[in-house]
């Protein structure tokens, strides 16, 4: 299991599951080819995690992604056949020793709602504040403002609870382009997906994990021509992928899969076609 990166302490948080459309999941690729690796319910769903990662070097505790959250209602729970418990994100920290007060920096790559629903919640009073009143909020500018105005083929993704809360708390700090939040955590930023997606980069000691969030969702999507469905321009995810792949390969990273149920992060070398995995985690390794 991954324990360290450098100074870096790493808990693998696993806040939950749920399931999305297969087909939209894997884009162009044919069912035949896609369910063997990913089967589908009988809705044509795939099952999907919600797996946050937390860095402690003892100082800064870094926590990026936030899962689906709980503020949603039955209907929305059973369009996406939600796993997790009530708390998802607090009762995992609380598994692993720590609680939402704990974190200092919160890291979201982009706003959609799967990856920023847990950012914010309902508090005694039924009013929607911050998840983690200690932190500062790290977005990129240009997300931020796709998340604003968000565009006809992804508003629906785009759930202002989510995130205006913590901007009217006066939290957020926006980042622009490739930048440095921590030293040794920094961001790349991609837009094939969604305008302003960071990646985040942690670099210590030598070694080097990568966050792939949503350009790299799933193991299956380490193929370049899997591309998601979801994506609002697919011919330049393409391109980043094979740019962000190729150094991967070259530079020996951890690719950290934030959405596959089984395989939590690989490594990855150059082959004749694609990439082959030289090196893999999965959620029964010890």
Known sequence: MLKRIGKWKVEILETGNFWLDGGAMMGSVPKVLWEKTNPPDSQNRIKLSLR???????????????????????NFSKMFNIEQSN????????DKGYSVKDITHAILTHLHFDHAGGAVKLDSKETLVPMFPNAKYY?????????????????????KENYVPIY??????FVSGNSTILPGISTY???????GQQLIKIESDGEVLVFCSDLIPLESHLKLPWIMGYDLNAQLTLEEKTTFLNLASKNNWWLFFYHDPNTIAVKIKRDEKYYKIVERIQINDG
């Not at 946050?52 to 039955?74: A, H, Q, W, Y």
């Not at 009217?168 to 700090?173: K, T, V």
């Not at 930023?189 to 305008?195: D, L, M, P, Y």
């Open 52 to 74: 946050c990662l937390l860095l402690d070097n003892g100082t800064d505790r870094v926590l990026i992604e936030s899962g689906m959250g709980n503020k949603f209602d039955e």
């Open 87 to 94: 708390n998802p994100l607090s009762d995992t920290l609380y």
């Open 139 to 159: 977005i990129s500018k240009d997300n931020w403002d796709a998340g604003i105005n968000p565009s006809p083929r992804d508003q629906a993704s785009y759930l």
């Open 168 to 173: 009217d708390a006066g939290l957020f700090e």
């Open 189 to 195: 930023i991609v837009n094939g997906h969604t305008k």
